[in-house]
T-cell receptor
């Protein structure tokens, strides 16, 4: 069955370190998204991609970057981790179908703690 | 900019009873999609139901149904015959017709189910 996976599931790091969170989907979807979830804020969009070599900034992109070299993967990099980036991170993918819009499928999430 | 508002941070329902979760949104678009996602304690985001704005008929999925009022920009979720497994955070989300799937989430409603 097609799925979307994230690794690691839990990560503890120190302030100032570079961290990369992996996202891999086997749906063959063109669209991929990264969200962060914080208490009182719901899910907020960090970055998104509509296809290989395409990346776009979302609502809360400062301090994060992504790159898309193939259809299956969209890694999220924290260039210099800050305590404010302690959060749960979700990756999602979707395919827009003509006349049907789309549905996003989510990964299981990564809990990141920055000390 | 589009916004999604869930005015009920917490709700409670008795097992086997019916509960309605509220969601309102603001948009100037005429073509869009609305979603309800469920997030149980496992953190997995699960699609509950989807509504296309151009469809007047309210979407239904087993015990879950929506009351979509386009003019009022309201999109409530009704859960019938509530079960213990329905206890979760519920998020309302909006996707514009031309946005290729970017989701805007409400802050969520925590539903408790009492036995």
């Amino acid at each position: 069955d097609a799925e979307i996976t994230q690794s690691p599931r839990h990560k503890i790091t120190e302030t100032g370190r570079q961290v990369t969170l992996a996202c891999h989907q086997t749906w063959n979807h063109n669209n991929m998204f990264w969200y962060r979830q914080d208490l009182g804020h719901g899910l907020r969009l960090i970055h998104y991609s509509y296809g290989v070599q395409d990346t776009n900034k979302g609502e809360v992109s400062d301090g994060y970057s992504v790159s898309r070299s193939n259809t299956e993967d969209l890694p999220l990099t924290l260039e210099s981790a800050a305590s404010s980036q302690t959060s749960v991170y979700f990756c999602a993918s979707s395919e827009v179908l003509a006349g049907e819009g789309d549905t996003q499928y989510f990964g299981p999430g990564t809990r990141l703690t920055v000390l | 900019a589009q916004t999604v508002t869930q005015s009920q941070p917490e709700m409670s329902v008795q097992e086997a009873e019916t509960v309605t979760l509220s969601c309102t949104y603001d948009t100037s678009e005429s073509d869009y999609y609305l979603f309800w996602y469920k997030q149980p304690p496992s953190r997995q985001m699960i699609l509950v139901i989807r509504q296309e704005a151009y469809k007047q008929q309210n979407a239904t999925e087993n015990r879950f149904s929506v009351n979509f009022q386009k003019a009022a920009k309201s999109f409530s979720l009704k859960i019938s015959d509530s079960q213990l497994g329905d206890a979760a955070m519920y998020f309302c989300a909006y996707s514009g017709g031309g946005s290729q799937g970017n989701l805007i989430f409400g802050k969520g409603t925590k539903l408790s189910v009492k036995p």
